[in-house]
C-alpha cells in the first residue's frame, strides 16, 4: 500500500459543510474533482487530475480499510465509511466518505464527520492496524462467531434474493407442512386398514368361531337327549339327525372361518398362539367326533356321556382358553396400532408447530434484515444527497 509521507500529525480542521466530491477512472485515477477537495487536499487541479486517489491517502489508514472499500465497490455496492486523508504537506483530515460505482468508474462524495464519529474511528483503526483479524463489509466491522457467519452469508445478498430467499422458505416450509400432513393421512388410513383387516375382521370371524364350537357343543348335548330310554325323548319333535346335520354344517363353517384367518398376517407371537389352538381345536374336534360317532351309531350309553362331558371340561376348555388368548391378542395388537397413530399424531402436531416457529422466526428474522438493510442504504444515501445539498 501506497506510504504518503511525511505526516505531522496536525489536523486540517474543514467546514462543517463541506462537501468533496471527485470522480475517479475504473483504475482509480482521478479524472474530475471540485474546488473544495482540491484546496483541502493542498495540491494543484493539475497536480490531482490522472493521479491514483491515494496520492492523498495516509499511513495511518490500515490496509483492510481499502480492501473492503475495492471489494464492495467490485460488487456493484456503495461503500460508506470515514477516511483519514493526508495533506501536500503532511497534515490531515478526516471525512465521511461515500463511494459508489458509475458507468466512468467511480464517484465519491465525502463531508465532515461529528469528533466522536473521528475518536471512534481512530480507536478502530488503531486496533485494526495492530490486528489484522479485525475485518470490514461495507464499511462495518464483521461481528466475530456466528454474528460474524450470518452478517457474511447474508450481507452480501442482494435485496432481490433475498426477497427471494424469504419467499423460497415460506414455500418450503409450507410444503413441508403438506407432504407431513399428507405423509400423516396416508399413515392413518394405513393404521385404519390395517386395524380393519388384520384386527376387527379376525376379531369377528374368531368370535363368530367361538359361538360355533360352543353351539356344537350344545348340539351335541341336545343329540343325547334323543336316547330312547331318556325321559327327554319325547320332547323332540325331530329325528336326531337334524342336530348331526347341523353339527356338520357348522364344521363347514368353522373350516372357511379358521382357513379365512389363516390368510391373515400373523407376527410371530401370533403365530405361536395360532399353533396352540390349531392343536387343542384338533383334540376338543376329536371328541366331537367320537360322540356324534356314538349318536349316529345309537350309542346313547353313559360311558359315552361322561366321556363327551369330561372332553368338554378338558379339551373343550384348552380349547377355549386357546381362543380366549387369540382374541386377547387382537384387542391387544389393535390397541397398540391406535397408540401408535396417536403417537403419530402427536408428532406430526409437534413437527407442524417446529415448522411454524421456524418458518415464523426464519421470515421475520429475513424480513427484519432485508428492512434493516434497506433503512441503512435508504440513511447513506440521505447523507450523500445532504452531503451535496450542503455544497451548492
Known amino acids: 500500500m501506497r506510504n504518503n509521507q511525511p505526516v505531522t500529525g496536525q489536523e ?27 484546496e483541502a487536499s493542498g495540491f494543484t487541479g493539475e497536480e490531482l487530475v490522472g493521479q491514483s486517489h491515494n496520492i ?49 468508474g467511480y464517484t465519491s462524495v465525502r463531508g465532515k464527520p461529528s469528533r466522536q464519529e473521528i475518536d471512534a474511528a481512530e480507536a478502530l483503526y488503531r486496533n485494526m492496524r495492530n490486528d489484522p483479524n479485525i475485518k470490514l463489509e461495507g464499511g462495518y466491522v464483521v461481528p466475530s462467531g456466528l454474528a460474524g457467519l450470518k452478517y457474511r452469508l447474508f450481507n452480501r445478498i442482494r435485496i432481490a434474493h433475498r426477497l427471494w430467499m424469504t419467499i423460497g422458505l415460506s414455500t418450503l416450509l409450507f410444503s413441508l407442512a403438506v407432504f407431513i400432513g399428507w405423509q400423516g ?20 370371524d374368531l368370535a363368530r368361531f367361538n359361538d360355533l364350537i360352543k353351539e356344537n357343543y350344545a348340539e351335541i348335548l341336545r343329540g343325547f337327549q334323543h336316547d330312547p330310554l331318556g325321559r327327554l325323548h319325547g320332547v323332540h319333535d325331530h329325528p336326531l339327525q337334524v342336530h348331526l346335520d347341523l353339527i356338520n354344517k357348522r364344521k363347514g363353517e368353522l373350516d372357511t372361518l379358521w382357513a379365512k384367518y389363516m390368510t391373515t398376517h ?13 392343536e387343542k381345536r384338533a383334540a376338543w374336534v376329536g371328541k366331537l367326533k367320537e360322540a356324534g360317532a356314538a349318536l349316529t351309531a345309537n350309542n346313547f350309553s353313559p360311558e359315552v356321556m361322561a366321556s363327551f362331558l369330561k372332553g368338554g371340561r378338558e379339551e373343550g376348555k384348552a380349547a377355549e382358553d386357546a381362543m380366549t388368548k387369540l ?66
Open 185 to 204: 393421512l396416508n399413515q392413518a388410513r394405513n393404521s385404519l386398514k390395517t386395524v380393519y383387516e388384520d384386527r376387527v375382521v379376525p376379531l369377528q
Open 56 to 104: 492523498v491517502r495516509h499511513p495511518d489508514m490500515p490496509v483492510e480499510a481499502f480492501r473492503d472499500l475495492w471489494a464492495t465497490l467490485k460488487r456493484g455496492r456503495p461503500w460508506t465509511g470515514l477516511v483519514k486523508n493526508r495533506r501536500k504537506n503532511g497534515d490531515h483530515y478526516w471525512v465521511r466518505a461515500n463511494v459508489s460505482p458509475t458507468a466512468e
Open 327 to 392: 382374541v386377547q391378542y387382537q384387542t391387544e395388537v389393535a390397541k397398540a396400532e391406535y397408540e401408535r397413530a396417536e403417537a403419530g399424531y402427536a408428532r406430526n402436531q409437534m413437527v407442524y408447530g417446529i415448522l411454524l416457529v421456524v418458518g415464523l422466526v426464519g421470515a421475520l428474522g429475513m424480513a427484519g434484515m432485508t428492512v434493516s438493510y434497506i433503512g441503512r442504504a435508504l440513511r447513506e444515501a440521505g447523507e450523500a444527497a445532504d452531503t451535496i445539498a450542503s455544497g451548492d
Open 266 to 278: 400373523h407376527p410371530p407371537e401370533e403365530k405361536v398362539l395360532v399353533d396352540d389352538f390349531a
Open 12 to 38: 486540517y480542521q474543514i467546514r462543517n459543510d463541506a462537501a468533496f466530491i471527485t470522480h475517479t477512472d475504473s483504475k482509480g485515477r482521478i479524472t474530475r474533482a471540485n474546488d473544495e477537495f482540491v
